[in-house]
C-alpha cells in the first residue's frame, strides 16, 4: 500500500521509526525468551507493551498494514496470557515471523526517510502486503482453533450464522412517513472477538478527528485558505480516518456492515485524492471544498452514533458525498464547469434525526482522563468536609457556655482550624481540577456563524477572545444553549445583509464578538456584534401588540428597560419563521438559565452601531461562603459573593417614597425591600436599628431588611427536590453544623424580582 506524509511528518516519523526499531529487538529477544522458560508471564507482559507501542504509533500514522499486523500479535499474546494458546514451537514461529513483517515494513520506511531532504514530503510503498494478510490470517486460526470465545458462538445462540458461512445480503427497508418523506430502518448488527476492541477504537478516533477537523481546522482554513499548517493537519486526520476505517474491515464483520465501511472508506480515498491534488498543485482549499469536507464529517458524526447503537442505516448520504465528490473534482481542479455545492447540497433526509436521535456524541477536549461522575463525588466529599469543620466551633462554644470547661474548648477550637486548613487545601485542589477553559464551548460557534453566513448569505466573521478563561465544569456544560441561542440572534439577527451595511457607510464584512474574562468572583461573557442594533420604540410597540404590556406602561418605560423585553416568553422581532430563528423561543430560556446559574444577564444596543449581550456567571456553583441570616426564626443563607456589605440602619432612616423604602448611604440612594416580604412570610414591625444587606449582582445594589445577622459560613449547596425547585429566589439548601437544614438564597433573581 502506498503511504503519503508532507514534510512536517518526517521528523515524528523518523522518531517513530527509530523508536519502532528498539521496540522490535526487544520483542524479538522476548519470543526468544519464551521457547526456553516455563514461566512466560513477564516474558508475554513485556511483548505486549513493546508491540502495543508500535501499534498505537502507527495508527497514529495511518500506517494500516502495521497496525494490522501489531493487532493481530496482540490477540495471539492476550491469548497465551490468558492460557488459551501454550507458548510452543509452533506459536513462537508465529510471532518471529510477524516480528520479520515488522521490521521488514520499518526498514522499508527507514530507507525512503533517508532520502528525504528538509522541506520535502515522501511517497513510499511498502511491499509485504500479502506476506500482511497472510501472516493475520494465519494468527487469526491459531487464535480460533484454541479459543472459542473468538469463534463467535454469541451468533449461533442468536440465530445468526457464524462468520465464513454464507450470509444473505440485506438491505435497508425504505417507507413512508405521515409527510411523505421516506423512513430508514436501520438493521442491526453482531460484533465478535477482534472486531469489539476495533470498533471500539474506530468509534473513539472518528470522534476525535471529526470534533478537531470541524471546530479548528476548517474553520482556519475557512478565513486563510493558504494555513499550510492547517491543511497538512486536515490531511493526515483524513488520512488517519481512512487507515482506521480499512483496519476495522480487515477483521472478520458482518456482511452487511462490511458493505458500509466500504461506501466510507471510498468517501475518505476520494477525500484524501481531493486534498493531494489540491497540495500538488499548490492550489488553496477553496469555499466549496470546505463546504463538502464538513458534510462528509457530519455524515462520519452521524454514522458513528448509528455505530454506538449497533445499527446501520443507508440513508443515501453516502452516495450523494460520492457524486458531489466527483463534481467538485471536476469543477476546482479540472477547470470544467461546476455544479454549485453548498451547505443544503448534500441531502439530510429528515428520517436522518429519527435514527439518530439523543445519540449524537461531541468530541471532548478535557484533559483530564477522569469520569465527570467521579469528580461530582470527590467535590461533595470534599463540600461535607467544609461543612463537617463548621461542628467544631459549635461544640467549642457549648464546652465554654455550658459546661465552663474553657481548655477542652481551646483543644477542640485548635482541632477544627487544623481541619478547616485541610479542607481549604482539598477544596483548592479538586476545585482546580473541575476548572475548564471556556475555549471547549466557544470552539464550536465558528461553524455554527460560517452556516448561517451561506444561509443568509452575509459575510461574517466571529472574533473569539480571552478563550482560556476557566469556568467550573458543571458550568461550563450548562451555558452551551444560552451561547447558542445568542450566536445565532447576532448572526441572523443582528448582522445586516452586505447592501443594507455598505448604505451605512460599514465595512461589507459584519463581526460577532465572542469573549470572556474575570472579574472578581465572577467570570464575564460578552456577545457583541456591529450590525444594526436594537430600536427601542419598535420593542415597546411589539410588546403593547402581543399584549405583553400596555400603552401606558410602554410610554413610561426607559430605552434600558424596553430592551429587556426580548426576555418575555414568546417575544420575537423575526418577520419570520427560519430554520435559525423567529419562533419566539430562546432569549427566555437563555435567561431562565442563566439565573439558574445564580448569574445575571444584561443587554446594551444602539440603533445602527450593533449590540452587546453581557453574561456574568459565578465561577463555581458547589461550596461557596456564605452569610447566614434569620427571618422569622428562619435560618438562610445568602452567598457572600452578592454581598458588599452589612450595617444596623436606624428606622428614621428608611424613608417611603411611593411604597417604597429608600436608603440614602454612602451617598448612593438605594432602594430597600423586605427578606419576609420578597418570601412572603409574616411581616414584624421595624425595630430602632433594622439589620440590612447590602445586595449586588454585579450591577446594580439593593438593601434586603432581614431579622438578625448570625454569622459567615461555609457551605455545601445541594440542589432541591422537584416540588421546591420552582420556587422563586432559592438556588438550593444546605445542612447547618447543627444538623438541620437552611435554604441558600438566589441574589440575583431575588433583585430581578424586586426590579419587575
Not at 477525500?271 to 462520519?300: G, H, Q
Not at 456544560?477 to 447592501?499: A, C, K, T, W, Y
Amino acid at each position: 500500500m502506498r503511504y503519503q506524509f508532507i514534510a512536517n511528518d518526517i521528523k515524528m516519523l523518523r522518531a517513530f521509526i527509530d523508536e519502532s526499531v528498539e521496540s522490535l529487538k526487544k520483542a524479538e529477544d522476548e519470543v526468544l525468551y519464551l521457547k526456553t522458560t516455563i514461566n512466560p508471564r513477564k516474558s508475554l507482559d513485556n511483548l505486549v507493551g513493546q508491540v502495543h507501542t508500535i501499534k498505537g504509533l502507527s495508527s497514529f500514522f495511518s500506517l494500516t498494514e502495521i497496525t494490522r499486523l501489531s493487532y493481530q500479535i496482540e490477540s495471539v499474546l492476550a491469548a497465551m496470557r490468558n492460557d488459551n494458546i501454550q507458548a510452543g514451537g509452533a506459536e513462537t514461529g508465529w510471532l518471529m515471523k510477524a516480528n520479520d513483517a515488522l521490521a521488514e515494513m520499518i526498514t522499508q520506511l527507514s530507507e525512503a526517510c533517508a532520502g528525504v531532504a528538509q522541506g520535502e514530503g515522501l511517497d513510499v510503498e511498502l511491499c509485504c502486503t500479502d506476506e500482511v494478510d497472510g501472516l493475520i490470517q494465519a494468527m487469526q486460526l491459531l487464535v480460533q482453533e484454541h479459543e472459542e470465545i473468538v469463534s463467535a458462538p454469541y451468533n449461533q445462540q442468536q440465530g445468526q450464522p457464524q462468520m465464513g458461512q454464507e450470509q444473505i445480503g440485506v438491505q435497508p427497508v425504505l417507507t413512508k412517513d405521515d409527510e411523505g418523506q421516506p423512513n430508514v430502518v436501520p438493521i442491526p448488527f453482531l460484533l465478535t472477538g477482534a472486531a469489539v476492541g476495533l470498533m471500539e477504537d474506530f468509534l473513539l478516533e472518528a470522534e476525535e478527528h471529526s470534533g478537531i477537523i470541524t471546530e479548528q481546522l476548517l474553520i482556519k482554513l475557512d478565513s486563510n485558505p493558504e494555513d499550510a499548517e492547517s491543511f497538512g493537519d486536515l490531511f493526515r486526520r483524513v488520512h488517519t480516518l481512512k487507515g482506521n476505517t480499512g483496519v476495522l474491515m480487515s477483521v472478520p464483520i458482518d456482511e452487511a456492515l462490511q458493505s458500509f465501511l466500504k461506501d466510507l472508506l471510498q468517501i475518505f480515498q476520494d477525500m484524501e485524492s481531493l486534498l493531494v491534488r489540491l497540495r500538488d498543485a499548490k492550489m488553496p482549499i477553496s469555499s466549496a471544498i470546505i463546504n463538502l469536507c464538513f458534510e462528509v464529517m457530519d455524515a462520519l458524526m452521524r454514522i458513528t452514533s448509528m455505530l454506538h447503537k449497533d445499527v446501520i442505516a443507508n440513508d443515501g448520504t453516502l452516495e450523494n458525498l460520492a457524486i458531489a465528490m466527483v463534481d467538485i473534482q471536476a469543477c476546482e481542479l479540472d477547470d470544467l464547469p461546476c455544479q454549485t455545492i453548498a451547505v443544503e447540497a448534500i441531502a439530510k433526509p429528515a428520517d436522518a434525526k429519527k435514527v439518530f436521535k439523543d445519540t449524537e456524541t461531541a468530541s471532548s477536549g478535557h484533559s483530564i482522563r477522569v469520569s465527570g461522575e467521579k469528580l461530582d463525588r470527590l467535590m461533595n466529599v470534599i463540600g461535607e468536609l467544609s461543612i463537617t469543620k463548621n461542628v467544631f466551633s459549635q461544640i467549642a462554644r457549648k464546652l465554654t457556655m455550658e459546661h465552663n470547661l474553657p481548655l477542652l474548648s481551646r483543644e477542640v477550637k485548635d482541632a477544627g482550624q487544623f481541619v478547616n486548613r485541610i479542607s481549604a487545601e482539598l477544596e483548592n485542589a479538586i476545585m482546580a481540577m473541575r476548572m475548564t477553559e471556556v475555549r471547549t464551548v466557544f470552539q464550536k460557534y465558528p461553524r455554527i456563524l460560517r452556516d448561517i453566513a451561506l444561509q443568509t448569505g452575509k459575510k461574517i466573521s466571529l472574533i473569539m477572545e480571552g478563550e482560556d478563561t476557566e469556568l467550573d465544569k458543571n458550568i461550563i456544560e450548562q451555558i452551551g444553549d444560552p451561547l447558542l441561542h445568542l450566536v445565532r440572534n447576532s448572526g441572523d439577527h443582528g448582522i445586516e445583509p452586505e447592501e443594507e451595511r455598505r448604505a451605512a457607510g460599514k465595512n461589507p464584512q459584519g463581526n460577532v464578538w465572542l469573549r470572556a474574562y474575570n472579574r472578581g468572583n465572577y467570570v464575564i461573557i460578552e456577545v457583541e456584534d456591529d450590525g444594526r442594533g436594537m430600536n427601542s420604540d419598535k420593542l415597546r410597540q411589539k410588546a403593547v401588540e402581543k399584549g405583553f404590556i400596555t400603552q401606558q406602561e410602554a410610554l413610561q418605560m426607559s430605552d434600558e428597560q424596553a430592551l429587556q423585553l426580548i426576555f418575555l416568553p414568546g417575544f420575537s422581532m423575526a418577520k419570520s419563521v427560519t430554520e435559525i430563528s423567529g419562533r419566539g423561543v430562546g432569549m427566555d430560556v437563555v435567561r431562565s438559565n442563566i439565573t439558574a446559574l445564580q448569574g445575571s444577564i444584561k443587554i446594551n444596543s444602539q440603533l445602527g452601531k450593533g449590540s452587546k449581550i453581557t453574561m456574568q456567571l459565578p465561577l463555581t456553583l458547589l461550596v461557596s461562603r456564605g452569610l447566614v441570616v434569620e427571618v422569622q426564626q428562619q435560618s438562610l443563607i445568602i452567598p457572600l459573593d452578592n454581598v458588599i456589605e452589612t450595617a444596623k440602619v436606624a428606622a428614621d432612616k428608611l424613608v417611603k417614597r411611593r411604597g417604597r423604602r429608600i436608603l440614602y448611604h454612602r451617598g448612593e440612594v438605594l432602594g430597600v425591600v423586605s427578606l419576609a416580604e420578597m418570601l412572603k412570610m409574616p411581616i414584624g414591625e421595624l425595630s430602632d436599628y433594622t439589620p440590612v444587606v447590602i445586595l449586588t449582582d454585579g450591577q446594580t445594589k439593593i438593601g434586603m431588611i432581614v431579622d438578625r445577622l448570625l454569622n459567615e459560613q461555609d457551605v455545601l449547596v445541594k440542589p432541591l427536590p422537584a416540588y421546591l425547585s420552582g420556587i422563586s429566589g432559592m438556588s438550593g439548601a444546605t445542612i447547618m453544623g447543627d444538623g438541620k437544614v437552611a435554604l441558600v438564597l438566589n441574589p440575583v433573581e431575588l433583585m430581578q424580582l424586586v426590579a419587575r
